[in-house]
């Protein structure tokens, strides 16, 4: 089963104060994933706003949509550890 990288849940502790992730608990990971989809809409308005139109939406939401990504791919999972 694919877990967050070690960057992935040192982002989530100091964003979130995150310490732990169970992988089990998909209603929890579902959870996580809702606050860094509203990091990447934050992110992604200030760039707009400010007249940036990169295709990346600066370090912090870039590793918000890597978190949305592979916690996605853990919850649809069907392999089980």
Known sequence: MKKLSSK???FLKREF????VD????KGLEEIRLK???IETD???SRYEAGNDDVSIGIRGDMAV???DDLYDVIHSDQTE
């Not at 104060?17 to 732990?20: F, L, M, S, W, Y």
């Not at 992988?23 to 998909?26: L, V, W």
């Open 23 to 26: 992988y089990s608990d998909k």
């Open 8 to 10: 992935q849940l040192g």
């Open 43 to 45: 992110e992604a308005a």
């Open 36 to 38: 860094c989809f509203d």
């Open 17 to 20: 104060g995150i310490t732990d």
């Open 66 to 68: 890597s978190i949305i």
